[in-house]
């Protein structure tokens, strides 16, 4: 009985999880978790050299040979100074203001756009398609001369508008969600149509919900890019009140000169929303990422 119980289970296992669980030896197990040890240590470390930086002395920050540990102690001298600047409100605002928006437009014109991709028959779809596609490869930075003109002829420079718009435009993303939107069986599109429903209402009612966890992984992407944006608010802004977080803390660092440890706090404080962020919807980014096919099941 033995004999025949250990193949039905293993092969109950298999049916279940759809593919066999690969599994590895104890020595196997070990290098795994040593080179992901490795990777985090890597990774972090920059980040622990920032934080340590941010904590010293302005006179310390550049002692040779560096020292971890400062002769006078850490302060938070740095942090004081940065958090004491009267636009710091002002340009968090502003980029709060920027990246939501755009996240909202842009998550709206892909899933659209790619539904329109994935079930809409018309004349030239494939060409359309092969274009957006190919949007992927162009470089960011050499539609900045033609989208600098173009805001300008249309009156939009300094102001929100004109630091939004340029940035809805992700082929990335149309490609992905075009790609899920192709996972989804028609079955269920074709009953609700059965049931009177139109396309915009399909779409809303029946493809939305079952898109969620990879609407959700488009929209931490976006809003990341939008919150790191520098080049774009940099060259469309001049006033002060309209500049976005990462514009303002250049502005204020190349007045007061290098001060690495203003650098490295203003950096840290720049990028903590987007930490929490991550922490408190890493369970979607990871779901949008891995699953496919009804991903919102």
Do not use: H
């Amino acid at each position: 009985m033995s004999t025949l119980t250990a193949p039905r289970a293993e092969a109950a296992a298999t049916s279940r999880s759809g593919s066999k669980v690969r599994q590895y030896s104890p020595v196997g197990r070990a290098l795994v978790v040593t080179a992901l040890v490795v990777v985090a240590v890597l990774w972090l470390a920059p980040l622990a050299w920032a934080l340590i930086t941010s904590l010293k002395p302005e006179a310390e920050t550049t002692d040779v040979p560096l020292q971890v540990v400062p002769d006078a102690g850490f302060t938070g001298a740095a942090y004081g100074s940065v958090l004491g600047n009267d636009n710091l409100i002002t340009w968090f605002v502003n980029s709060t203001l920027v990246a939501v928006v755009v996240t909202v437009l842009t998550v709206a014109v892909s899933a659209l756009a790619a539904y329109g991709f994935s079930r809409c028959s018309f004349r030239g779809r494939g060409l359309l398609f092969a274009l957006t596609v190919a949007g992927i490869m162009v470089p960011p930075q050499i539609l900045v001369v033609p989208l600098y003109r173009e805001v300008l002829a249309m009156g939009l420079a300094d102001t929100y508008w004109g630091i939004i718009l340029p940035q809805l435009a992700v082929p990335t993303m149309v490609f992905i969600l075009k790609s899920f939107f192709d996972g989804i069986p028609r079955e269920l599109e074709e009953a609700a149509r059965v049931d009177g429903a139109g396309s915009f209402r399909i779409f809303w009612q029946v493809v939305v919900p079952l898109s969620r966890s990879i609407l959700a992984a488009v929209a931490i992407f976006v809003f990341i890019g939008a919150w790191n944006n520098f080049l774009w608010p940099f060259i469309i802004t001049s006033n002060p009140d309209l500049m976005t977080l990462p514009v303002g803390l250049v502005q204020v660092q190349s007045s007061f000169g290098v001060r690495y440890a203003q650098v490295m706090a203003s950096a840290l404080l720049a990028g903590l929303p987007l930490i929490i962020v991550f922490m408190l919807f890493q369970r979607q980014i990871i779901r949008g990422v891995a699953t496919t096919g009804l991903g919102g099941r």
